[in-house]
């Protein structure tokens, strides 16, 4: 094959493989970017009482968790729900049990109660547009428990609430943070691994994708730099 169907064929691939170096270079730009301090929002704010001031301490959280479910517990922890204290009660073979603080009955997280929570930190009389139910994490909800309650308002920033169905816990994200986590997400290729892509599918998009460009720029030292050293050798011989 002549030199020149050589360039002609380095040139186009050098520009196929750019288009993914300029967005994966543009996007961890992005990343830079630091997320507003509402994008992880933790289940309520305030200070945490004395566990004294509570009738139930959590080795009594434990073992109602294990009376009302015949697991036994990992760990107990407790957090703030709203205006109120409940345990958060782990186990190694499903999902966790929230239990009140008080008297040690379970809690439920209602599409009602999702609802309060996320208005707690929303401005008064901002409309609710819809209520959905999240069972997969995607490129909006990339690392939040699942199931979730998803309640969209129609506020200035484009308010999104993500509710644990199970815990309470509470992610707000807004039209910027969304945008932002978008970008974050496709610059490490993690979309790939939703949906049963895998692991495997996205490592080895990487390792093409990478491959192919420092091939490419090898390649391209191989055949523009010799060509410019005989040129410099001739040009000075004169």
């Known amino acids: 094959m002549r030199l020149r169907s050589w360039l002609w064929m380095h040139r186009w691939i050098g520009i196929a493989l750019g288009v993914p170096l300029a967005f994966w270079l543009a996007s961890g730009v992005v990343m830079l970017i630091p997320l507003p ?24 959280a434990g073992t109602r968790a294990k009376a009302l479910t015949g697991k036994h517990p990992t760990g107990v922890t407790f957090e703030r729900l709203r205006n109120d204290f409940v345990y958060v009660v ?23 109660l999702a609802e309060r929570i996320s208005r707690d930190h929303l401005p008064a009389g901002v409309p609710l547009v819809r209520v959905d139910t999240v069972t997969h994490h995607s490129t909006a909800y990339a690392n939040g428990p699942l199931p979730a309650f998803r309640l969209v308002f129609r506020d200035r920033p484009r308010t999104i609430v993500y509710v644990g169905l199970e815990t309470g816990a509470v992610r707000r994200t807004t039209r ?49 730099l010799p060509r410019r050293w005989f040129r410099s050798e001739r040009h000075a011989s004169r």
């Open 37 to 60: 301090n509402s994008f992880y929002q933790g289940q309520g704010t305030g200070g945490i009482p004395p566990l004294a001031t509570y009738d139930v301490s959590p080795m009594e």
């Open 90 to 112: 782990s186990f190694a073979d499903r999902g966790p049990l929230l239990l009140d603080g008080t008297d040690g009955n379970p809690v439920t997280i209602t599409m009602a």
């Open 176 to 224: 910027m943070s969304r945008l932002q986590t978008w970008v974050a997400e496709w610059h490490l290729l993690t979309p790939l691994t939703y949906g049963g892509g895998g692991q495997a599918l996205r490592s080895g998009i990487l390792w093409t994708v990478g491959l192919g460009i420092l091939v490419s720029v090898l390649a391209g030292s191989i055949l523009v």
